[in-house]
């Protein structure tokens, strides 16, 4: 089924997206795994591992801020992006197609508020 | 679309209510799966029928919704975002670029990111006499994810659709009439369960329509990707009778789509003739004599009044895009009847509130659509603006993908993959129009400096 795969094939290691970098574009995992990772005090920070079906990027298309972390392919990984434009056009004429981000970036504030939490118990 | 026998502010679906849609295409299945994720998001618990006799798992006619199987760059993106990714079981090449043939020459064109990202696929389980299913089909795997969120499929044929009590009543043979709360019609403009919908007597009436010649050839998966690769071969050819033809590279096979007037065998077989045409197949190739093909019917202009109390239809039995992306309109008209069904009410009022805007939308820019089909079919008829869009393609190809205007233009004319209002406007820009005279006047000159030496 080699001949049916969409989006774009990143071998191990391979940058997608660079902390730092304007974005007009996000991401829809296809196959495989990526890790999002971001520098702190010249050390890479893994932050998170996201698999098929999880969408990353997502940040840099709601604001008009640069890439707030750099994702790789972690052993080969296959993604689709979606333009910035054909989203937003989508979003506009169709509120509801943004739900699905909403509620990833929910559970992502809900899972950030509990490392907090356990952050705070540690002090 | 009056009234049958209940007042406006009754309808509206609760929990318990009772929705029948009648075919499982990408019409049926879309709105079943979201009027089901719609309702679970609100708590209500909706019992969905979806009637389809079709088993999309068999090879040929039987399974097969007969269509080129095109699935546009801009729908691949909406549905991975809506969570809907396409496997590669079902996708049987991702595209990343297309061919443009003309008498003149050809020039391949790339997507601006070197991406697959757009799906061919077959509708059913592929053509008469495919030896292996490889793949699956895409109505039946939309249907499956249709059934995954709570629909019921009744494996039936349709024979009648009535009223009763201001409800809309669904007849199978060997059961007894099911009344529903609302009733949906996804059966497509092939189908004569149609007809059915224009007897319920709220004066539907049918989309005009148009035949296309759809044909498999089929080479193997190995001489499919060395012949035609990744790409869409589309042909500019100054035949009579034919306005678009292309070549679809699916996995063992290739479909040949041809649109025009009376598009017939012996078309076919003189359109592979064509020394432009021939180029792109094996030097021994030949049309085998039991082909799969068909002559499917397409819309060419809307449906009338598709929508009454209780009753809605979508798709292209209501409206769609012309020539390209009806999947994509499928999608589009489907999600806003949904939207309507769940969040605003059932009345032909709510319809014609919030879901008509999204078909007059598509029906607006198919003026365009209308438009810039009428200026190709011109254009391939003329030798020296044909000259021009080749020579600005091709000097395009080494520029940035924001500055391949003309590329663009044609990539999303026959991929379907932007509105037509928009490509319209791309070609009035000032900078477009500058750019091809010029590529144009280029074109006269060379060929007079010709004919001087």
Sequence with gaps: ?123 | MQARGAEDKRLKLDSGSHVGVVGGGPAGSFFSYFLLRFAQRVDMDIHLDIYESRNFSVPGPAGCNMCAGVISESLVQILAVEGINLPPEVVQRGINSYVLHMEMGSTIIYTPLDEMRIATVYRGSGPRGVQQLKWSSFDGYLLELAVANGANLVRSRVSGITWNGGKPEVQIKGKPPQAYDLLVGAVGVNSPSLGLFEKLDFQYQQPKVRRTFITELEFGVDLVRTQFGNSMHVFLLNLPKLDFASLIPKGDYVTLCLIGTDIDRKFVESFLDHPVVKECFPADWALAPDACHCSPKFSTADALHPFADRVILIGDSGVTRFNKDGIGAAYRTAKAAAMTAIFEGISAKDFQKHYWPACRAISHDNRFGKLIFAGARLIKKMRYPLYGVLRMVKKEQQRLASQRQMSMVLWDMFTGSARYRDIFFRTLHPYFLARFLIEMVLAIFLASRRDTN
């Design chain 1, 1 to 123: 089924m080699e001949t049916g795969r969409l989006g774009k094939t990143y071998p191990d290691r391979e940058v997608i997206v660079r902390e730092g970098e304007v974005g007009d574009c996000m991401f829809v995992i296809q196959a495989g795994h990526v890790e999002v990772t971001r520098r702190v005090d010249d050390r890479e920070i893994r932050i998170a591992v996201l698999e098929a079906g999880d969408v990353f990027g997502e940040m840099a298309l709601f604001g008009q801020e640069t890439r707030s972390a750099t994702v790789r392919a972690l052993g080969e990984a296959r993604v689709l992006s979606i333009d910035k434009r054909e989203f937003l056009r989508g979003v506009h004429k169709d509120p509801s197609l943004a739900f699905r981000i909403l509620q990833r970036m929910s559970q992502r504030i809900r899972d950030l508020d509990a490392e907090v939490a356990r952050l705070k118990a540690r002090d």
